[in-house]
């Protein structure tokens, strides 16, 4: 079984400094796909977000960053960026893994709600499997498994820590973990992400990791 290393941590942004409210109101998700996703594997993957972080309490409202107005306020929010082609078209025989599939921007020491997945890594890094499923059913598939690597990264922001735990919060994926019928956090990481409060922000920038 092969693993994937996750989290590539880099990137200079500016820091935040929201706290998480005593009730959980929607966490806005500002979204850009370097290419549009086809509204199956969209929809399968904003399910899957949900479906692992509802249970804990957390809800989420996606919004498409290219299409805000530029004056709305969230509690908290943050930024998915998906890297390049979300579809599962042209799927190989040959799975192969390259880097990360997701990775988070940390600035000194602190995260930073700016989240990157990479659509290609993680279509070619499942393909074989994809393809014993049915044609019809492959991109349901494959946005299910981005949202297991985007509720990853999300656990990182806002749990806010770098640490690994069981779960979908483990350090390592395997393809069965992607296309597995269910995946979700186990109750340490659970309670982590419940009762978490990111840190104030430094302000400025800083420098590279
Ligand atoms: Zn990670």
Not at 29 to 35: H, I, K, R
Request: hydrophobic letters at 40%.
């Amino acid at each position: 079984m092969k693993l994937v290393l996750f989290c590539l941590l880099a990137g200079v942004f500016p820091g935040w400094s929201e706290t998480r409210g005593a009730t959980f109101a929607p966490i806005t998700l500002y979204t850009q796909f370097e290419q549009a996703p086809p509204g199956g594997v969209l929809e399968a993957l904003q399910d899957e977000v949900a479906s692992i972080m509802a249970p804990i309490g957390i809800r989420f409202e996606w919004r498409d960053l290219g299409k805000t107005g530029g004056h709305e306020v969230s509690a908290e929010l943050a930024v998915v960026t998906f890297k390049g082609r979300c579809d599962a078209a042209g799927l190989l025989t040959r799975s192969k893994f390259e880097g990360a599939l997701g990775w988070t921007h940390v600035s000194d020491g602190q995260i930073l709600p700016f989240t990157d997945v990479s659509c290609d890594r993680v279509r070619e890094f499942v393909q074989t499997g994809l393809l014993a499923f049915r044609v019809e059913d492959r991109e349901a598939k494959y946005g299910r498994a981005l949202g297991r690597v985007l509720a990853h990264e999300l656990y990182h922001i806002f749990a806010n820590t770098l640490r690994h735990g069981s779960g979908v919060a483990k350090e390592s994926y395997s393809v069965q973990d992607l296309l597995a019928d269910d995946f979700q956090f186990e109750a340490k990481e659970t309670r982590m992400l419940q009762t978490s409060r990111p840190k104030p922000a430094v302000e400025g920038t800083a420098g590279t990791m």
